[in-house]
């Protein structure tokens, strides 16, 4: 795994307008249903019947305390379960697994064996973020060449991520372990996307997956 630090450069500014509405327009129509919470986590049997596969790639967090979705086979109990199922019900890249009850080692050992796989599923947290640069993003990150995405690392006390974090709302912070998995719209393997952030203009438009338990 290599460990790099990101400094380009010009200033820093990035608050999404929040939109504001009119009274009339925001009044609930009669009739009209309340709208829908999103789906934070839910409960999913993974079908491995006739020797199918489970289908998920995972990657285990820095300090070894959770596993998440890396990427998701073409075929597989994952994929038959996401076709069948709700869009805010899929599995995605990114979503945090957990096996009830089990620890971490225990959990990687279930989801090899044979037999259904009887899991819970935490979206992660999604956000794109705009940061204006200001002398230097101010980022540690780590990556591995193979993986396709970036980790936060450190965040610095005088770069441009900490200035955007501070004016910035929660949601659309950047947080240590974050994962950055496409800078202005690419995605590509992780030296690449590093190669992308370093040659970013004055502002930089960062995909960032987080855990949904921060």
């Known amino acids: 795994m290599a460990c790099c630090c990101a400094q380009p450069a010009t200033e820093v500014e990035s608050v999404t307008p929040q939109s504001v509405f009119d009274k009339e327009e925001a009044k609930t129509e009669p009739g009209a249903s309340a709208a829908k919470e999103p789906v934070t986590d839910f409960a999913v049997v993974l079908a491995k019947s006739g020797g199918q596969a489970l289908g998920i790639n995972l990657g285990q967090k820095e300090g070894g305390n959770t596993i ?3 990427s998701i086979s073409e075929s597989g109990a994952a994929a038959t379960y996401n076709a069948g199922a709700e869009t805010d019900k899929q599995i995605e890249i990114g979503d ?3 096996v009830n009850g089990c620890a971490v080692a225990e959990m990687l050992q279930k989801l090899q064996e044979d037999g259904d796989a009887d899991i819970t ?3 992660a947290k999604r956000s ?6 200001d002398v230097k993003l101010g980022m540690d990150l780590v990556y591995d060449q193979q993986k396709s995405y970036l980790i936060v690392k450190a965040i610095q006390d005088d770069g441009s991520v900490k200035t955007h974090n501070a004016q ?3 949601d659309q912070q950047v947080n240590v372990t974050d994962r ?3 800078v202005d719209g690419f995605r590509g393997i992780a030296k690449e996307l590093f190669d992308k952030l370093q040659a970013s203009g004055s502002t930089v438009e960062l995909t960032m997956l987080a855990d949904p338990r921060a």
């Open 68 to 70: 998440f979705v890396e």
């Open 96 to 98: 945090v697994i957990v």
């Open 121 to 123: 599923v935490m979206k």
């Open 128 to 133: 794109t973020i705009t940061i204006t640069k």
């Open 168 to 170: 910035a709302s929660k």
């Open 180 to 182: 950055i998995v496409a």
